[in-house]
């Protein structure tokens, strides 16, 4: 076996020397037969005659010996193949049509796949990434740490649980303070990812065992090319970080950001330095006050995810700690892969991409189809010519054959240009950021899974609409060849299906794209629950500069009572985040009473800590009641402004004010001061969620986002926040600077990826739907051209030559586009999760789909009903 | 000397490697030796040899080698492998199987029947 292979490999890829090889040895047979024969007497002249005539024909003794070196199907396809790249020269348009519908197709299902493979394909780059879980408690992803120091302690299902957390620093690595992201992470956090550094050393447990006595730092690569040039010597240097010198003790690998797909970490700190990096401690608390960290583990060797849930389940339940509201439900521990938050955003993206690779299988089908009908119509054509070649002796195989590797030929060249296209797509892509300051990435880099794609795609599309004229061959007995311009009735059958499933393709991604295109021009138009014209924002930490709580609570109040003397500022507040900024909180509350009819696990809901004079900055409507004043604060009793939501759902009154509601089940009662407008809070396609807005003054947290309104642009009012909070404490830096409406903006982008991908996909199908309409049109009319002519000359009106013709053509039309309308409508479910108030039930949806499939077949048969219309009998008589 | 026999199906690639048994030789070498270790006995079609040898050689029974000749010209020279000299071993004992078992058969009276 190893030999055939071998000797085949050489022969095929040393083809020349193969070659010459056999000549040279059947040249020194007949030499020496010669020599022979004239020792035995012959003359020269008559020992070549007889030494040749004793070996028999040369050529055919080479070709018995390449078959028996397994040359023949190689060679015959090789012929094949140069066959039909000079049969698509001779027919440039048609290459060409053929080559850009499949290269588009291919290219957008390409770049699509890519996106799928990053999300949910691609592996974590750390050791064994199949073995790690994420950990969500009733699923929630983040949890407090000494719970998180409960499981690693206590469960036996894990060889390692490892916690971290994002976080956001100034690090002193230039002129002044610089915004950045990074994790604090465990001291067993490289040792349970297996991850190698690339210089130096990681931290270890070692590095993670006094609350802020261990100030090392690890670097991601990216961070120590771009900012210290690749410095070998970085190891044991200084970085400054939230005004504390850190020790670089090694520079992690390339490529490696840890276990989160989306986020780009600057460097890691251990978790025990947290108290230093937020200015407060979380390291303690236990089922109180915020929870950030999120824990991923490594499975032990034959445990199964079911087995650690239960097991790390049974550890939070009994945990002595657990505050009495947390019981139950709430120590419902589930695994999930990690990479996305654990689950959180899963779903939703793969429901998002599995939307749009449908979609784009749709439109490659589309295009398959297309082809296929084009390809049929040629074979047809091609009668004549493939009855010669049948009649000298082709078998219907080889003939069959011939026409595979003429698609097939199409279909790669076609997928090579649609993966160049995606290459350069793609590249594009993970080029481009989310958003300045952000440090979210896609890496959508192809690699071989991707390139395996496009390969797969291109072949199993000319397998595809290469099978259709090759059967058509096949199936044809007809070796009498029969002259062209004699039509035979074509077959028609085979085309006339694919018309309709076409046109039904078709019009399903126009109607998914209209959808789309309404609904995001809706939701840019949706109200919000803020007004965000005229507001500038600038988002800090006051851990960056180690403000403690009394003064950042002086800090606080300081910058705005600035801010609101600056000319032009017409109100400021800040938050410690802000709506729609990707930075949610939740809280879970509980009834006043136990016999109110509240959820047995206490009500959830968004909050924020929002300062005096935050609505009114937002724009946000106070329906009822009173914003706060700097009088509610933790010294007074505790007050809470909801929203619409809250009070109907939760507090089950219109009225609100004046309602309680607790932290925790025996904690101090919160009264309702305030009643605001319902808003968009997490995605602009949510539904209504309830939302709770302490007083900032009331808790001290540390992140703040200052919002300003004012009455020049936003930019100068963006520009006034940065002077004002320089001129308070340099030490501060800001990040996300600019107007409210920018730092909003990537809230749409899925919407605007589905609306750019769906159009472009609809004028895909639009295109394709055109040229295949228009290819059935034109033969039809070709076929009968001088019955028309005879029509015409005998006075056959407009209607009566051409209902027999395009009648049929336009009744598929019309079946197609009604079955694609039904898909498109069944699938606005689908869109409606991505864009906002997305509705195929919008009868300019319903028009505008029906309007554009009525375009596309006029413009297909246009053509073509002018020319059967203006056919000359006499020409066609001469024709014959 | 009889009119050569004509070869019998399937016994050219066991002679073949029998020729090429006895030391390495070129393609028209393997056409000498076969007339001259049969005493002529096969007239071998030399049309069908190249295939043959190329079909051995595919199939690991023969190695092939390029030498120089005594005419200082370049030449294949094919040479045994490993598995053509267990082949050429299994077909001879066939063979010979094959020979006795027939011998008897023709040699049989009707008596012994």
Redesign the interface.
Known sequence: MFSRTRHLWRALFHRGQWERNLDDELQWHLDNRVEDLIRRGQTPEEAERTARIELGSRESQKERCREVHGLRWPDEIKQDLLYAARLLRRSPGFTAVAILSLALGIGANTVVFSALNVLLLRPLPVASPGELRFVERDGFPVHHFARYVEMRDRNKTFSGLIAYEFVALAIEDGASPRYAQAYLATGNYFDVLGVRPQLGRFFGPEDDLKAGAHPVAVLSDTYWRSRFAADPQIVGKTVRVNSLPYTVVGVAPAGFYGTELFYRPEMWIPMRMQPQVEGISLLETYDRGPSRIMIVGRLRPGVTPRQAEADLGSISAASPLGAPEFQGDWNRINLTPPGLIGDQFRRPAEAFASGVMVLSAMVLLAACANLASLLAARTLDRSHELAIRSSIGAGRGRIARQLLSESLLISLLGGAAGYILAFFLLRALSAWRVAAGVAVQIDGRPDWRVMAFAAAAALLTGILFGVAPARQAWASRNTRGDLPGRATRPRWRFREALLPVQIALCCAVLTASLVSFRGLSRSFRTHLGFDPRGLAVASTNLAFARYDPENGRVFQRRVLDELSRVPGVEAAAYANALPLSAANSMWVLFPENATDSWPAKGALANTYRVSPGYFRTMGTRLIRGREFTWRDSAWTRETAIVNETFARTILHSREAIGRHFRYSRRGPLVEVIGLVEDGKYVAPAEKALPVVFWPANQEYESAMTLVVRSSGTEQAAAMRIREVVAGLDPRLPLFNVGSLRDTIDFQFLPARIATVALSAFGLLAAMLAVTGIYGLAHHAVSGQIRDIGIRVALGASPWQVLHPLLGRTLMLLALGSCAGLALGLAADRAISSVVYQASARDPVVLAGAALGMVLIGFAATWAPARRALSADPLIALRHE | MTEPAELMRGTLDLLILKAVSLGPV???GV?LRIEQISGGAFAI???SL??AL??L????MLAAE?GT?DSN????YYQLTA?GRKRLREETTGWRRVVAAMAAALSARAEEA
Do not use: D
């Not at chain 2, 050689?57 to 690991?60: I, L, P």
């Not at chain 2, 010209?73 to 294949?76: E, H, S």
């Open positions: 070129h393609g028209y056409l079609e030399q049309g190249y295939p190329y079909k050689e595919f199939t690991g390029w000749s010209r370049r030449a294949k598995a």
